[in-house]
């Protein structure tokens, strides 16, 4: 990906397609160059690869308090610093659960079999025992990671979680399911459109959180106990 963002046509080999040969892609975005973001989960090595890479990273952050992935948002800008990469160019994007409803009580009882249907399935795939509504509640709370309540939680949520993690240049959210009727995920569209994303743009345009770099020592190896974060509970 990132020899197609900066070549029109490439040559390469890897392990998981056939080689490319010449190919490019047609019709390339407008943008220059084009926008190439590397997704992670919570494991620090793939934090460190795109960090070593450089592209902007998207954490996915489905379970647990935002907080607690500060040390991963910390060691990709560190890791980016140490290949060589400027800290102003190691941009970190967060991608979350979201619904938002006319009320956080609305918001909650309509997503909450959503949620479990979600992770349920999610569940009996990993291992995982089926979600409760204990751990449903903990984190639709204004401390948990799912972003789910009415238009003024979830931007306070959103907010909180651009300060918690350094200053964020984007959020993605998954707010489709099988579980909700389309009146609702429409709803919850429009209110994201005409309440949430207003806010939020008002208060960092207002105010602002400037991307801090981790607290750390960014030179040479890293300092032993980087990964202090708690796992997500599921």
């Known amino acids: 990906m990132l020899k197609l963002r900066d070549q029109t046509k490439v040559a390469w080999s890897g392990k998981h397609r056939p080689s490319l040969t010449g190919q490019g892609v047609c019709r390339r975005p407008v943008q220059n160059p084009p926008p190439v973001r590397i997704g992670v989960g919570e494991t620090p090595e793939s934090v460190i690869h795109a960090g070593k890479l450089g592209p902007p990273m998207v954490l996915a952050i489905i379970g647990g308090q935002s907080s607690q992935f500060r040390p991963l948002v910390d060691l990709y800008r560190c890791s980016g610093k140490a290949a060589g990469h400027a800290l102003e160019k190691l941009r970190v994007g967060v991608h979350s659960i979201e619904f938002q409803a006319d009320t956080t009580g609305e918001a909650r009882e309509t997503f909450r079999p959503a949620y479990r249907a979600a992770f349920g399935k999610i569940g009996r795939e990993r291992g995982w025992a089926p979600p409760t509504r204990l751990q449903f509640d903990a984190q639709t709370s204004p401390i948990g990671a799912s972003m789910v309540g009415d238009a003024e939680a979830v931007a306070t949520k959103i907010l909180a979680e651009h300060t918690v993690l350094g200053g ?5 959210i998954l707010l489709d399911n099988r579980a909700l009727l389309h009146r609702q995920i429409i709803r919850a569209i429009e209110l994201l459109v005409t309440e949430v994303a207003p806010a939020v743009k008002k208060e960092l345009d207002s105010t602002g959180v400037p991307v801090r770099p981790v607290q750390s020592s960014c ?8 990964f202090p974060f708690v796992k997500s509970p599921h």
């Open 168 to 172: 964020l240049s984007k959020n993605t």
């Open 219 to 226: 030179g040479g190896e890293l300092p032993a106990g980087v």
